[in-house]
């Protein structure tokens, strides 16, 4: 399936299809654990048109899409490190989201997108790669310690007025 498929950086024409995937994947995972009122408002701020326009169009931001066929499957974003992290190395970098459709899981993009992500915070130098994972994503926090991510902290990621239990996880480049 990897070989049907297109990768490349975001446009703007991905825009649209591009904040209904992460607001699709997002409410597949994480949708049962919060209140309707906290997730229109997190969805409506995160997963607006204009809000991705902004990630798709920031320089200092590397939005990634997946393709099969006319179908965006999934996508990788990474930036500058935004975590609350405590005395972070000058110009740390951070994986934002590598969400994929059902479909993908288990085909080895994940780890194709993964290596593209570590290739990219080697590539600007990074020191270090850091990622928030929701605390009971198993099978996410898997993924990153088989590529050497260890869980440095802890912090609460907010949706709309819930406050989500994630660990911050660090990879030296």
């Known amino acids: 399936m990897i ?3 297109h990768i490349r950086l975001a446009e703007d024409a991905d825009a649209e299809a591009l904040a209904a995937f992460g607001a ?3 409410l597949a995972t994480f949708g049962h654990l919060y209140p309707p009122e906290d997730k229109e408002f997190f969805m409506a701020a995160r997963y607006s048109l204009e809000r991705t326009l902004q990630d798709i169009r920031d320089p200092v931001r590397a939005m990634t899409v997946v393709y099969h066929g006319d179908d965006l499957v999934a996508f990788l974003d990474c930036g500058p490190l935004t975590l609350p992290v405590e005395a972070p190395e000058p110009d740390a970098l951070e994986l934002y989201r590598l969400y994929l459709d059902e479909t993908q899981k288990g085909t080895g993009l ?6 593209m992500a570590i290739d990219w915070a080697r590539e600007k130098p990074a020191p270090a790669l850091y990622l928030g994972v929701w605390s009971q994503n198993e099978r996410a ?4 310690t088989k590529y050497g991510f260890e869980i440095i902290g802890a912090y609460h990621f907010k949706v709309g007025n819930t406050l989500d239990d994630e660990r911050i996880m660090r990879l030296a480049l």
């Open 110 to 115: 994940a780890h194709r997108l993964m290596d």
């Open 141 to 144: 926090k898997r993924l990153y």
């Open 3 to 5: 070989g049907e498929l």
């Open 24 to 26: 699709k994947t997002f």
